[in-house]
């Protein structure tokens, strides 16, 4: 066909539209056949995967009783539920003085004693009570100084009608020198008073309590911040007990425990804890818990040895009798009863135990019921039908 010099080909037109339609209609049919592929390929995956769950159903060692064997082993089971899994941690303590409680006795001047008022080990003395006096001849110095200081502000008061700064100054230095020194304001007072320096200081007990340690002679020499006496308050006393590392985190602060005395018939103490140590023994594996309690009477000395209870609760947890579980050392196993007769071996994953039960973290689920006595009978069962030893 031409029409004003162009000439246009049907057959070449057609073909050129033709082609164009295959290749589409190819492109769309790969697409569809990928997506097919895929969707095939998921199912095909699913299909595995739940054929792999029941092959490994499947493979749980199942055994099967009669009415008279099951009699004859005497079995019986309990249902896994969830209830609070109690415990009660009993360990041995050693009493100790409460840290917080101790004080020692010693002076920031040197000088000798005088006189000892508490003169043994043992004593029970209170707060402000005199235990030695102590002669210094910097002390004795120290007082002149500070009355010459007196005197001489009060004659330059006289003569020009006002005290000198410079004045002021000396006595406020000397007075701060003695309370540096520990000397009382009632006993600067007294100085100022008397008008003439005291040649004994006197020691007094910076708390209530027994003295456990006296380190000072009646005529001894003191020298600066050497310790003389070392008092303890005991109406407050620590226990110091060892806890097996696998109990430790049923272990916290503010449980209350029950302490008794091994040597003492009847009767218990209320402790309390007080502070979980950060570290463990590496030799024997423990974590030291400490106690704290009243010491009514002092009845408890440092060093004695104390029962220690303490009773312990983890909360709801999905929980079987222990001796469900029978345990190889190398895994854990129980039985669950399928129907009448019929037991199905399952290995399961224990979290903690207490007293009677044990926390199952995997392998049993709520309703369950677990062969408690005679699984063991029900175990060599098994290991004879699939021939294992």
């Known amino acids: 066909m031409k029409n004003d010099g162009i000439i246009i080909v049907p057959d070449i037109v057609n073909a050129v539209i033709s082609l164009a339609c295959c290749l589409f209609l190819s492109a769309f049919g790969n697409v569809a056949l990928g997506q097919d592929r895929i969707g095939g390929q998921a199912q095909g995956q699913a299909t595995a995967d739940k054929a792999e769950t029941t092959k490994q159903r499947a493979a749980l060692p199942v055994i099967t009783l009669s009415p008279d064997k ?10 896994a539920e969830y209830r609070s899994l109690g415990k009660e941690i009993r360990t041995v303590g050693k009493v100790v003085p409460d840290e917080t409680r101790l004080a020692y006795v010693n002076t920031k001047v040197a000088g000798w004693v005088k006189k000892l008022y508490v003169d043994y080990t043992g004593k029970e003395v209170v707060k402000g009570q005199p235990l030695l006096s102590l002669y210094s001849p910097d002390l004795v110095t120290a007082q002149e100084e500070y009355l010459i200081a007196i005197r001489a502000a009060k004659s ?22 003695l309370q540096l020194w520990d000397i009382t304001d009632q006993q600067i007072a007294e100085l100022e008073k008397n008008g003439k320096p005291q040649t004994e ?10 003295v456990l340690e006296k380190m000072v002679l009646d005529g001894a020499y003191i020298s600066p911040g050497m310790n003389l006496y070392l008092i303890a308050d005991l109406s ?3 226990i110091l007990a060892d806890i097996y590392e696998y109990e430790v985190p049923l272990v916290r602060v503010g449980q209350s425990t029950r302490v008794t005395l091994p040597y003492q018939s009847g009767g218990a103490y209320q402790a309390e804890v007080n502070y979980v140590y950060p570290t463990l023994d590496p030799v024997t594996r423990t974590v030291k818990v400490r106690l704290v309690m009243k010491n009514l009477h002092l009845l408890l000395k440092p060093e004695m040895f ?3 209870e303490i009773n312990v609760s983890s909360g709801s947890r999905l929980v079987i009798p222990g001796s469900a579980v029978i345990d190889s050392g ?3 196993i129980v039985y669950v009863e399928k129907k009448p007769g019929v037991y199905e071996q399952r290995q399961v994953t224990l979290g903690l135990r207490g007293e009677d039960y044990v926390e199952i973290v995997k392998g049993v689920a709520k309703g369950d019921r677990v062969v408690t006595t ?12 699939t021939g294992n030893e």
């Open 156 to 177: 330059g008061s006289a003569n020009s009608g006002e005290i000198e700064s410079e004045q002021q100054e000396l006595i406020k230095s000397a007075k701060r020198r």
């Open 236 to 238: 407050t006393i620590w």
């Open 70 to 79: 099951v009699q004859l082993i005497g079995v019986r089971t309990a249902v």
């Open 330 to 332: 190398m895994r854990q």
């Open 374 to 385: 005679g699984n063991f009978l029900i175990d060599s069962e098994s290991q004879l039908s």
């Open 306 to 308: 104390a029962n220690v």
């Open 201 to 210: 200081m006197i020691i007094e007990a910076p708390l209530s309590g027994i």
